[in-house]
């Protein structure tokens, strides 16, 4: 069973990367005085481009999952997930507020023996759907553990968030690239 989703609808990929890419021909036809945003910018291309390439697939096999990330580099990288170290399977309501666009649906995935969950990229309207792919997933693995969860998960992927801290400062070099080039002029 292979699953594979977008992390970003299509549509802001290529408005992300075309701005980014208009921005950068701007500043290096521009002139000297446009240079010291170079570094912000690049940043902005970058992220264009992985939001225009990148997706999620997760594939379940009778030995294990594997996700897969990519293809561009984002300091989350892929992993391989073998059948012993999985607990179980879970569905759950993923509430969006307005904030984000009520972008509400059901998921699934795998609850990892530590905690973690893996978050299968497919999302259902119902939650039968939901059940029934969760059903799927843990008679591919031969694992009986399975139910409706609520909330977070109960332990956070620390990947994830070390891959934020790097984007993070990423950001903050390319803004003092820029404040350092402008005060070198």
């Not at 292979?2 to 609808?9: D, E, F, G, L, Q």
């Not at 010291?36 to 009778?62: D, E, H, I, K």
């Not at 801290?165 to 820029?178: C, D």
Request: aromatic share 10%.
């Amino acid at each position: 069973m292979v699953r594979t989703r977008r992390w970003i609808p299509l549509w802001t990929g290529l408005v992300l990367f075309a701005l980014g890419v208009a921005a950068q021909c701007l500043l290096w036809f521009g002139g000297p005085t446009l240079r010291p945003a170079v570094g912000p910018f690049t940043l902005l291309t970058y992220l264009g481009l992985v939001a225009l390439c990148n997706r999620t697939r997760m594939t379940v096999r009778s030995d294990g999952v594997e996700l897969r990330r990519g293809p561009i580099p984002t300091g989350v990288g892929s992993e391989w997930i073998p059948r012993e170290a999985i607990a179980g399977g879970y569905w759950r309501w993923n509430y969006q507020g307005p904030k984000s666009g009520n972008v509400s649906h059901w998921e699934t995935g795998i609850v990892h023996r530590d905690g973690r969950w893996l978050r299968n990229p497919a999302q259902f309207e119902t939650e039968m759907q939901a059940a029934e792919e969760t059903a799927s997933m843990m008679g591919i693995l031969g694992v009986r553990e399975m139910g409706r969860v609520e909330g977070l998960p109960p332990k956070q992927d620390r990947r994830v968030g070390l891959a934020t801290v790097v984007w993070m400062l990423l950001s903050l070099a390319a803004l003092g690239s820029a404040v350092v080039l402008e005060f070198r002029r």
